[in-house]
């Protein structure tokens, strides 16, 4: 099963979840904050390793907590 990162649209929370593709479509996931499953599933980055021994992203961002690929807040 995939890890999935959700944004909760009840109390803003950030979480990552190992869910099946099914309960991810039926949306049976759940805050890990409130316990609300009016959650999005957002669009995560990842890195990989091309040869040398430092990770690459194929996103820009440098931050962590965030998968948006340009993040005022990271600096």
Do not use: W
């Amino acid at each position: 099963m995939p890890i999935y990162e959700f944004c909760c649209d009840e109390c803003g929370s950030r979480f990552e979840e190992l869910a099946s593709t099914q309960a991810v479509e039926n949306g049976d996931v759940a805050c890990t904050g409130c316990g609300s499953h009016q959650v999005k599933r957002l669009l995560s980055s990842f890195s990989f390793a091309s040869g040398g021994s430092k990770p690459s992203s194929l996103g820009k961002s440098n931050c962590g907590s965030c998968s948006k690929s340009s993040c005022t807040s990271c600096g």
